[in-house]
């Protein structure tokens, strides 16, 4: 069961890291609506937001559905930390005290 664990999360970061390139896309100026939509930044986190989905697919083989979302909410781990190290967003004590708190509830549900 663990390597599926390991397949989800690399999915859930693969997720996370489509959405920095994202974020990093949308702050730049195209010439037209098409250019924006139609770049290779976009065209690779959409890419990855597929490999994502397969990746969590796979998963699934070996881990039961309702631990899945138990394991998405690295994401909310992963998107602050990614966004302080490739955007440099300041990493704010509400930030880091909801990071803990999702920790804490990950480590409840595995407990009990």
């Known amino acids: 069961m663990m390597f599926y664990v390991l397949i ?3 999915s859930v970061l693969v997720a996370s890291v489509s959405q920095i390139i994202l974020k990093k896309s949308a702050g730049k ?16 986190a959409y890419g990855m937001f597929f490999l994502s989905m397969f990746l969590t697919m796979y998963a699934y083989k070996g881990i039961p559905l309702s631990f899945g979302n138990l394991l998405e909410a690295a994401g909310y781990i992963f ?18 005290l909801g990071a803990v708190l999702i920790i804490a509830g990950i480590c409840c549900y595995a407990l009990f």
């Open 8 to 10: 989800y999360l690399s």
């Open 79 to 96: 998107v602050p930390v990614l966004s302080y190290f490739f955007l440099h967003e300041k990493l704010t004590k509400i930030k880091l």
């Open 29 to 44: 100026q195209y010439e037209n609506p098409v250019r924006e939509y139609l770049n290779p930044r976009v065209i690779i």
